[in-house]
């Protein structure tokens, strides 16, 4: 999105007003970074000229330290900021919460319950939204891993099975109806590991997996094959599926 020129005179017409119709992000200096999230994140870019002595009185209202700060605004409101000088990845993370729907910034709370481990929280969030909208399958995904991860493993597969082939989520759903299932009667010597991760202990699970796989007892190939449904299920940016995918390469090609 194109980048507007703004300064003490023209900031509450630019900035304070146009946020109704459009979040605003307020900077000195506009990195590529940033430009590229504008267009991606959908906000208007207003930019303060550092050399104009008029806008350190505004820099002091916004409390813009550094030239990299930045301060948003919505419907006429700071709502708050983010640090420019970051790398894309980090800046959008800061910058995410700002421009999601409500719906979005609830299932962001609620993915985040989750790995974290607060189950009782996710499923309070996530209660709400299935009811309002059943048909988002993310919403249908979450609410079942969290369900997965109460108890409530029935409750989670009628959910799941509702998420068909062609529909988002479709993956990822597969992979832990899989995972359910080897919930069910494991044979040892995989047993304690089917155990471990029906309770949710990833990290113990996937150790007891390498184990077998390690003592060359996964004669059937059922232990990678877990080890890797896992991975689908906890997601590929979760720092466990980094650490034991690598693992697992390593046993097998080294």
Aim: glycine content about 4%.
């Amino acid at each position: 999105m194109p980048v507007i020129q703004t300064d003490i005179e023209t900031f509450e017409q630019i900035v304070i007003n146009g946020s109704v119709e459009n979040a605003i992000a307020v900077a000195f200096e506009v990195s590529p970074a940033l430009e590229k999230l504008s267009a991606e994140l959908k906000f208007t870019l207003a930019k303060l000229d550092p050399e104009d002595p008029n806008n350190q009185q505004l820099a002091g209202y916004l409390q813009l330290r550094a030239l990299s700060d930045i301060r948003i605004f919505k419907n006429k409101q700071l709502v708050g900021g983010a640090d420019g000088s970051l790398p894309e990845g980090e800046l959008k993370k800061q910058l995410l919460p700002f421009f999601l729907s409500e719906e979005d910034s609830l299932l962001l709370n609620a993915e985040d319950a989750i790995n974290l481990g607060q189950v009782s929280a996710a499923l309070k969030i996530l209660q709400k939204l299935f009811e309002k909208n059943p048909s988002n399958k993310k919403i249908c995904y979450l609410f079942a891993k969290a369900k997965t991860m109460d108890g409530k493993r029935e409750e989670a597969k009628t959910i799941l099975q509702s998420i068909k082939e062609t529909d988002d989520f479709y993956p990822e759903s597969k992979s832990l109806l899989e995972l359910m299932e080897f919930y069910e009667d494991a044979p040892p010597p995989y047993n304690k590991a089917y155990k471990l991760a029906s309770q949710n202990k990833y990290k113990e699970a996937l150790d007891s997996f390498l184990q077998i796989i390690e003592s060359k007892q996964d004669t059937e190939g059922k232990a990678k094959k877990a080890m890797i449904t896992l991975f689908s299920v906890l997601g590929p940016k979760h720092e466990l599926t980094w650490e034991y995918r690598a693992k697992l390469n390593r046993l097998i090609y080294i």
